[in-house]
DNA sequence: GTCTATAATTTGATAGAC
DNA sequence: GTCTATCAAATTATAGAC
């Protein structure tokens, strides 16, 4: 992948998760580093695929610093906090929303092809999600806590960046960690 | 308030929830309830005031509706039954999400005046949920639980919109009202 | 791969007639 | 209060030179 490329996904990494899809242009991620609206258009012909990209360039990272944090150990409470962890630091040190908090909002505005990268976003989260639950619970049991961590986080990072208190996405959390804790 | 202020009005949040704000044109709304667009700027000169102006009334509807059921009963588990309720019928009957999950994922990208309607509809809303919370808890405990209640419908409303899964939203709000019910 | 140049469309907004 | 007419700017996207 060249280094274009992911200086513009970076760019729209930025200007998404701030303002969404449609508040974002071709010209000001080429402004943004330094090259033309039209050498953009030759990397990602359509603002769909400059999207789908995007999506799973985001995905692909969450994942892997899941994964990642969760080989420290083998503690399903432990890897619960990683999970809140991720989410807590993207929105701490980008003062922003997860794009697909964004881009889910948005989903019903966005070409299929977008929409449904967002989609496989969540459905491999809680898919990650469930896997750490306890396995006595069954398997749709499992998904359904799953899905209603993901909505959690996704809906205090949302309500934190609107009323510009990261505090609050803490004390949720809190709530979160102790309901979710298994002894 | 004049008929066409109304019309504008209806259109704009049919429109900004399923799309956003920024993918709303005047140019739309006006051919959608048939004027031209120069007619919408008579009632709101800038698109900021419509924003305004929609956010307000969808305020005022949803606290009205949330007074109007919890007369109904004084239990607190049927008022937070209600205030579910109020969310899940917005999500059923429009097959889109709360205007304001779509405008507080946009609210870095919006004017400031319309991100303050948007933060001022969400504490409006913490507020009348932690009234209804016990009073055996201090009233920031209650702000908290107020705030991870507001958000998790939030997040459900979105994901179950991303994922056209209403059933989602459904399997959320069960394991939400087990862990709120009160004794 | 990046550029200049440009097409075609849409956008928010205004002036002025009725 | 709604209309016609219009503007300046911005948008996605393409053609073709280097």
Redesign the pocket.
């Known amino acids: 992948m060249?280094?274009?490329?992911d200086k513009v996904l970076d760019a729209a990494e930025g200007a998404m998760r701030a303002r969404g899809y449609?508040?974002?242009?071709?010209?000001?991620l080429?402004d943004d580093i330094?090259?033309?609206?039209?050498?953009?258009?030759?990397?990602?012909?359509?603002?769909?695929?400059?999207g789908v990209a995007l999506i799973e360039r985001y995905s692909k990272r969450v994942l892997a610093e899941l994964n990642r944090r969760s080989e420290e150990s083998k503690n399903p409470n432990d890897r619960l906090d990683a999970f809140i962890d991720v989410y807590r630091e993207a929105l701490v040190n980008t003062d922003s929303v997860c794009l697909c908090v964004m881009l889910g909002a948005e989903s019903r505005g966005l070409p299929d092809n977008v929409s449904n990268a967002v989609a496989d976003f969540f459905d491999a989260n809680i898919g990650w999600l469930a896997n750490i639950l306890p396995t006595t619970l069954s398997k749709k049991a499992r998904r359904n806590k799953a899905a209603s961590v993901l909505a959690t986080l996704q809906g205090a990072m949302m309500m934190a960046a609107t009323l510009k208190d990261t505090g609050l996405f803490d004390a949720i959390v809190k709530e979160l960690r102790a309901a979710h804790r298994q002894s």
């Open positions: 060249s280094a274009t490329v449609h508040a974002v242009s071709f010209r000001e080429a330094g090259i033309k609206s039209s050498s953009v258009h030759y990397h990602f012909p359509q603002k769909d695929d400059l």
